[in-house]
């Protein structure tokens, strides 16, 4: 039997050193129908060269003796792995250029969604695919991570999206998310299932798949059909809600589901300075989340924003308490614009979609 057809997308930002590391685990899966796309967001660091280098054999992913996760990326996977390079999509055809490794240097940052998106259009243009897997640069993936989750799709032809068990890559025996996240309209805030749970107390399947409203980012497996059924993901976040957007516009016509035996290790945020605990943000993220938790809200749940606001003001609160001066200037910022946008930012209308 054939396997199903994937694409592997990795978005990176001036992050090599964690997008080889992640690719030595990548090349290492069971899977063996899949083609790699390395997205890059305009890097500065000479991201492309150095990944390039590193697929001829000439740069190696280094990792620390000590560290446990040493074995899913060391000793090095044979190279040269062999690639193509292209500066746009226009160059790159999915039915013609079929090799292992594919680059594509985008001219500008374009975000999470936007960078996806590159890839995406280019691999919807060929009937040759069966699943999508957006994958973090900042995650080391097990070998049967893929296997699992392409398996519990074709058990679920339901689904549209699917999720694995993240773990912390520095602390590998405490789960990250498994799956996703429940998300509280009502505050505009989510909450990672099972997060902190050790190895040996994550919830089953159903537990998460009863509660779960989006799938972590991360790492989620779309179908073809959801894809061609809802489209792109929404380039109106830049970063964050771009998955829980998704997950909305897709939840009529498709379920989530989750594998809990897709296991990838992931160092949250290694780029932008993305956490789980909110002194731990950098100000960057703390702009986005808090702009976006607004846009979102008012994109599908209006009626909820005088609670999110609430929810805000007590977040103002909480940086005062904490005296995190330098963080209450940008969440405060990003609420003051989200407002003067918001009145010409109309809820769900398609055309932002």
């Known amino acids: 039997m054939n396997q ?17 590391e992640c690719l030595e685990s990548v090349f290492r899966l069971n899977y063996q129908n899949y083609t790699v796309i390395v997205c890059d967001n305009d890097s500065t660091d000479c991201s492309i060269e150095h990944i390039s280098a590193w697929a001829n054999g000439c740069l190696n992913s280094w990792v620390k003796t000590d560290n446990p996760l040493r074995t899913l990326t060391y000793p090095p996977i044979d190279k040269p792995i062999p690639f193509r390079n292209h500066k746009s999509t226009s160059e790159y055809d999915c039915n013609r250029h079929e090799v292992p490794l594919v680059f594509i240097k985008n001219s500008q940052n ?55 068990t993240l773990f912390f890559y520095d602390q590998v025996e405490l789960v990250q998310s498994q799956g996703g996240s429940v998300y509280n309209k009502w505050l505009g805030v989510a909450a990672p299932i099972g997060a902190n749970k050790s190895k040996s107390s994550i919830l089953s399947e159903a537990e998460v798949e009863h509660q779960i409203n989006y799938v972590a980012g991360a790492s989620m497996l779309i179908s073809r059909k959801f894809l061609l059924d809802i489209g792109l993901m929404s380039e109106d976040y830049f970063l964050y809600y771009e998955e829980i957007d998704w997950a909305v ?29 909110s002194k731990n943000r950098s100000i960057i993220s703390e702009y986005f989340m808090t702009r976006n938790r607004f846009r979102f809200t008012y994109k599908f749940y209006p009626y909820a924003l ?48």
């Open 4 to 20: 199903p057809k994937v694409y592997i997308i990795i978005v990176n930002w001036n992050g090599w050193r964690d997008t080889i």
């Open 249 to 277: 516009r897709g939840s009529k016509l498709f379920h989530l589901c989750y594998a809990e035996k897709s296991i990838v290790y992931h160092k949250e945020g290694a780029s932008i300075g993305s956490s789980s605990i």
């Open 110 to 164: 374009l975000g999470f969604a936007g960078a996806n998106n590159v890839a995406l259009r280019s691999i919807l243009n060929t009937d040759y695919f069966d699943y999508v897997w957006l994958l973090n640069n900042d995650t080391v993936v097990h070998p049967d991570s893929l296997n699992q989750q392409v398996a519990k799709m074709m058990n679920r032809v339901e689904a549209g999206i699917c999720g694995s």
């Open 306 to 353: 005088p609670f999110v606001y609430l929810g805000f003001i007590m977040t103002v609160f909480n940086r005062i308490r904490r005296r995190e001066w330098g963080k209450i200037i940008p969440i405060l910022t990003a609420s003051l614009l989200f407002m003067k946008q918001s009145e010409c930012y109309s809820p769900r209308n398609p055309s932002q979609h």
